[in-house]
């Protein structure tokens, strides 16, 4: 640090606030700071900053389910946000079981993280009553469950809603969804907006599955759904996962979509464009979610007191093929 001030001509507690961000420094001095740091190939002692600010510049993302590429636009979004403020990220994943979520949260906060990006399971409690009893500045991501907290996500019930109405306009009256995992806040507003959907079309038949969030047991799902003496004419996925879960049980079966059945999705993703038929879905915003995540994050960490926060962001319908309808 003394090499850099030499070179920039500044004290070292300059260099030491335009390096740690502990207090305004004037753009043509914080220009000619980091362009010492450049020049003498400065590396700051991460563990040394820690101690003397008590700040990591490190925030936890705590995401079930990180080996889904489906939702690697979220946790790009986030690192990318994060990077830009100057923090790094630390990722687990929970599993979606609440004892072992429980334990990464743990350990996250062993780690000194300065905050938490947390997608809460369907059974949170040990979790987040950690956090608070700790203080740690928190957000919750996709699943909006308490409105106490800082949270952001998509809107669901509205979103399902639509899909069900656009393939009710289409002819359709045995209209089924396959359910995510039980007990999540995403699959109970998802199951509402199926269940508002049915009743704005007048359709009294109610075809619900669960699928978990995952693909096999998507496909299980299917083929019972499949297997009825009334089987649907159209069915309504609620994530990207269960969507390739049921493409395999559509094909085991020798059912051609949209032929014999429509489908529609909730979550693209970048192939669906090339599935042959081209998936009807509604995209969430992942982008804005991560962006705005760490937005609320970083706000919260700088004023503990400020009012908490919920947004929640529309999805974005997109109408190609497998829902076999017009296009209006």
């Excluded at 879960?245 to 970048?270: I, K, S």
Aim: aromatic content about 4%; proline content about 6%.
């Amino acid at each position: 640090m003394a090499d850099v001030a030499r070179l920039a001509g500044v004290s070292i507690a300059t260099v030491s606030h335009v390096l740690n961000g502990t207090r305004a420094v004037r753009p043509q001095t914080r220009a000619l700071v980091l362009d010492a740091v450049r020049a003498a190939d400065y590396t700051p002692n991460t563990v040394a900053q820690a101690l003397a600010t008590a700040r990591t510049t490190t925030i936890g993302l705590a995401l079930p389910a990180i080996s889904n590429p489906f939702l690697g636009e979220l946790i790009h979004a986030i690192e990318a946000e994060s990077a830009r403020q100057g923090y790094t990220l630390l990722l687990v994943d929970p599993h979606e079981d609440p004892e072992y979520e429980d334990t990464v949260i743990r350990r996250l906060h062993g780690r000194r993280v300065d905050g938490v990006l947390f997608a809460p399971s369907a059974q949170p409690d040990a979790a987040l009553g950690f956090l608070t009893a700790q203080g740690v500045p928190t957000v919750l991501v996709d699943r909006l469950i308490d409105d106490r907290m800082d949270q952001v996500g998509s809107e669901n019930v509205e979103a399902v809603a639509g899909l069900v109405g656009h393939l009710a306009k289409g002819g359709h009256t045995r209209i089924a969804l396959v359910a995510g995992h039980p007990g999540l806040r995403t699959t109970v507003e998802r199951v509402a907006g199926y269940r508002l959907g049915l009743q704005r079309a007048g359709i009294g038949v109610e075809l619900l599955v669960d699928g978990h969030s995952a693909e096999e047991p998507a496909r299980v799902a299917v083929h019972a759904l499949l297997a009825r003496t009334d089987p649907p004419t159209a069915v309504i996925t609620a994530n990207n996962s269960m969507t390739i879960g049921a493409m395999q049980a559509f094909r085991e079966a020798g059912v051609h979509v949209p032929d014999d059945v429509a489908l529609a999705c909730f979550d693209d993703f970048p192939w669906a464009d090339l599935f042959a038929p081209r998936l009807t879905v509604v995209a969430q915003p992942f982008a804005e979610i991560g962006r705005e995540a760490v937005r609320l994050l970083l706000r919260r960490m700088g004023d503990p007191t400020a009012a908490p926060q919920t947004i929640r962001l529309a999805p974005r319908f997109v109408h190609r093929d497998s829902c076999g309808c017009e296009r209006r």
